[in-house]
Nanobody
Framework: QVQLVESGGGLVQAGGSLRPSCAAS????????LGWFRQAPGKERECVAA????????HYADSAKGRFTISRDNAKNTVDLQMNSLKPEDTAVYYC???????????????????????WGQGTQVTVSS
């Protein structure tokens, strides 16, 4: 079992930056592919960024490209999402997620769909004011 806890959300003006962080306990994240998702009221949960177990492959939603950066620190058992140039439409609850990977699986794969992930944090609110 992996327990994920997000922190670092908050209220920021448009154009500002935030860096939500997700800390894991229970098991090491080094054996997991990771992702950051968000869900705005009335909308489906969507993947904004994903990173492979190896860390060598990353994916960003079109809305996040050039503004968001996902990074993992296996030594600290954390995954962060640096968000710059924030827009009001980035307002949502942000969730981190982890997918257990077999040691024999390709470590360069990332995943962008909700059902692919095994563990979820409780979410952190990000609000961007105009």
């Amino acid at each position: 079992q992996v327990q994920l806890v997000e922190s670092g959300g908050g209220l920021v003006q448009a154009g500002g930056s935030l860096r939500p962080s997700c800390a894991a306990s229970g098991r090491t994240l080094s054996s997991h592919a990771l992702g950051w998702f968000r869900q705005a009221p009335g909308k489906e949960r969507e993947c904004v960024a994903a990173i492979s177990r190896s860390g060598s492959s990353t994916h960003y939603a079109d809305s996040a490209k050039g503004r968001f950066t996902i990074s993992r620190d296996n030594a600290k058992n954390t995954v962060d999402l640096q968000m710059n140039s924030l827009k009001p439409e980035d307002t949502a609850v942000y969730y981190c997620a982890a997918r257990t990977m077999s040691p024999f699986a390709n470590g360069n794969l990332y995943y962008t769909s909700v059902p692919r992930y095994d563990y979820w944090g409780q979410g952190t609110q990000v609000t961007v004011s105009s």
